[in-house]
């Protein structure tokens, strides 16, 4: 599966391993991470650059999240960037997992995402980092073995432009948009449904 992985940049040196083993274990459990920016963004804050939002990241992170399967937040510092990219992935049906460095000695307060009554949501805590591979195991079970046909798809330059326009301003999948796409053609493809009514 394609994997949207995030979490907050503040402080992110001091997180930095747990960072660095969610990444490592959803590659060594067979998926792919699509914005794969872990290491770069540790790096640019041990040379204490500041990190300055812009229109293009955004619509990077949206676009990510967008077309990833799943979507994996870790929440250990807490972040209003984080919560909208939560709430956004929840809104396009993406299952979400959010997780949370628990320290030993601190108890964790109740997040306010946890109120939700989404069925892709999952929140999980996790005390070291042996935890965090079980997690994401358990998380990955729960959708490695839907039906989907899969294919590749050989697209000319501007017809991927249109996609990736098309993605972004209707707030959509890049599956979505070539679903939808296939749909409306299929619903006045008069042979199509000739073909159909000779099946039942």
Request: glycine share 2%; aromatic share 10%; charged share 30%.
């Amino acid at each position: 599966m394609k994997v949207f992985f995030t979490c907050s940049t503040r402080s992110i040196d001091k997180n930095a391993q747990y960072y660095r083993e969610i990444r490592d274990q959803i590659i060594a459990q067979g998926h792919s991470i699509d914005r794969d920016w872990i290491d770069y963004a540790i790096n640019v804050a041990h040379r204490d650059i500041p990190d300055i939002p812009s229109p293009a990241r955004y619509k990077d992170v949206m676009s990510a999240i967008l077309i990833a399967d799943v979507v994996i937040v870790d929440t250990s510092i807490k972040s209003m960037s984080i919560g909208h990219q939560i709430t956004y992935a929840l809104q396009k049906e993406k299952p979400v997992l959010v997780l949370r460095h628990k320290n030993k000695n601190k108890e964790l307060e109740k997040l306010f995402i946890e109120g939700s009554e989404s069925e892709k949501l999952s929140v999980n805590e996790y005390k070291n980092l042996s935890e965090i591979k079980k997690i994401l195991s358990n998380f990955f079970s729960k959708f490695d073995d839907k039906p989907v046909k899969r294919f590749n798809l050989a697209l000319t330059i501007s017809e991927d432009n249109y996609i990736n326009w098309a993605s972004f301003n209707y707030k959509k999948s890049k599956t979505e948009v070539i679903q939808e796409s296939i749909d409306k053609i299929a619903e006045k493809d008069i042979s199509y449904k000739k073909y159909l009514s000779r099946q039942t």
